[in-house]
Nanobody, 127 residues
Framework: QVQLVESGGGLVQAGGSLRLSCTAS????????MGWFRRAPGKEREIVAA????????YYPDSVKGRVAISRDSAKNGVNLQMNSLKPEDTATYFC????????????????????WGQGTQVTVSS
């Protein structure tokens, strides 16, 4: 069982930056590929970023590519999401997720792949 706790959300002006963090409980953090998703009111959940177990391979959808960066912090059993040049359309609840991936290089981009989810942290970008 893995428990995920997100932090770092808040209110920011358009063009600003935020850094989200997710801490995972459990001794086998390295067994999991990690991802960040978001859900805006009235919209489907969508992926924001994902990273492989070894931290080498990442995935970003076109909607955020160039503005976000995901990284692992193995010492803290965590994964971070640096978001820059934020836009009002980035307003959403952001969720951290863990996928018990069988290979070190797999980067899951589908929400269905993930086994565990955090409770979410709210990000609001004002115009």
């Amino acid at each position: 069982q893995v428990q995920l706790v997100e932090s770092g959300g808040g209110l920011v002006q358009a063009g600003g930056s935020l850094r989200l963090s997710c801490t995972a409980s459990g001794p086998t953090f390295s067994d999991y590929a990690m991802g960040w998703f978001r859900r805006a009111p009235g919209k489907e959940r969508e992926i924001v970023a994902a990273i492989s177990r070894n931290g080498v391979f990442v995935y970003y959808p076109d909607s955020v590519k160039g503005r976000v960066a995901i990284s692992r912090d193995s010492a803290k059993n965590g994964v971070n999401l640096q978001m820059n040049s934020l836009k009002p359309e980035d307003t959403a609840t952001y969720f951290c997720a863990a996928d018990r991936a069988t290979t070190m290089y797999y980067v899951p981009s589908s929400a269905d792949s993930y086994d565990y989810w955090g409770q979410g942290t709210q990000v609001t970008v004002s115009s």
